[in-house]
């Protein structure tokens, strides 16, 4: 869900390799993880930004944490 608890899922097809990085407002990394990873840190509220590469391509989505 967007807006988000702090919790949240990633899914897609072609994600099995994928990185996944977390940015906050100011373009800095929050995190990084490998797809397949288990994450169990929570967000804290504010706005994020979550990039997805995987298979040679980005994809990059806004999330707002309550």
């Given amino acids: 869900p967007n807006p988000s608890n702090g919790n949240f899922t990633i899914e ?3 994600i099995e390799n994928a990185v996944i990085t977390i940015f906050n407002n100011l373009g ?5 993880y490998k797809s397949g990873d288990d994450v169990t840190n929570r967000l804290s ?5 979550v990039e997805v590469a ?3 391509k ?3 989505k806004k ?3 309550q």
């Fill in 63 to 65: 999330l707002i944490v």
């Fill in 54 to 56: 995987a298979n040679g």
């Fill in 28 to 32: 800095t990394i929050v995190r990084q």
């Fill in 45 to 49: 509220a504010g706005v994020y930004f």
């Fill in 58 to 60: 980005l994809e990059m």
């Fill in 12 to 14: 897609g097809n072609g």
